[in-house]
């Protein structure tokens, strides 16, 4: 949604994704300042809010109010996670302008429809499987699916399918839960080197996967890894 808004309002300009907050005031209003210039005054989009100290709300509450900010700045939480400290007028503020996405099993089928298609033309293109397709029978699989985590299920679901597919259909995996885990390699304005590195490690874990019929160890030879490293990665990134 962040991202959304940045390309729907402001294309031009440079977007940040910032998971990770420096605790000190100096060095926050150091990051803050140098992520402004990286994005030519654009927009920031940093994650978890929930996560906030007191002293990150306070901050960013007193740049908000003042409008002091040369740049747009996008706050995304989770749902029904309580935050571990609040600064009520912070919250205030938020709550005032907050976009609300309600969770997809309040979709009907045409709109849920609409949503797979569009992240599927997007993960098709960033992932150059522009040839693959989606069959109805598939697409009737996904419909009847529970995304209990909602858009990032879905997109995680059809990002580890076109992952999976060796020709050119798309074949949904069953699953009776879909991991919240991020598949593919993050935006390059992510700053989540955590995360990149583990989106990297399970494509290619998936890939030597297909590419050697799950023989772990001619996988782990070819990813110049032990065996037991290999069954160690296969354990911590759920690869079954």
């Not at 007193?62 to 571990?84: A, C």
Request: glycine share 6%; net charge negative.
């Amino acid at each position: 949604m962040g991202k959304w808004l940045h390309r729907s309002l402001s294309p031009e300009k440079g977007i940040l994704v910032i998971g990770f907050l420096p605790e000190q005031i100096s060095k926050l209003e150091k990051s803050l300042d140098e992520w402004i210039r990286m994005t030519d005054s654009g927009s920031i989009l940093i994650e978890g809010t929930e996560k906030f100290s007191s002293i990150h709300q306070k901050f960013f509450f007193k740049l908000l109010s003042e409008g002091t900010v040369d740049s747009r700045l996008i706050f995304t939480e989770t749902q029904g996670v309580e935050s571990f400290e609040i600064f009520k007028p912070f919250r205030e503020f938020l709550l005032q302008r907050t976009i609300f996405i309600p969770s997809l099993d309040s979709f009907h089928s045409p709109q849920i429809n609409s949503l797979v298609q569009l992240i599927l033309e997007e993960l098709k293109e960033s992932m150059g499987r522009e040839d693959l397709r989606l069959s109805e029978k598939n697409l009737q699989k996904i419909l009847t699916m529970n995304f209990d985590k909602n858009l990032s299920s879905l997109r995680n679901l059809l990002e580890e399918s076109i992952l999976s597919s060796s020709g050119s259909e798309i074949e949904i995996l069953d699953r009776k839960e879909i991991r919240d885990r991020v598949l593919t390699i993050p935006d390059s304005e992510d700053l989540d080197l955590r995360t990149a590195v583990e989106a990297v490690e399970r494509q290619k874990i998936l890939l030597a996967q297909k590419l050697f019929g799950g023989n772990q160890i001619r996988m782990a030879r070819a990813l110049g890894i032990s065996r037991g490293s290999l069954q160690y990665k296969l354990k911590q990134l759920e690869i079954g």
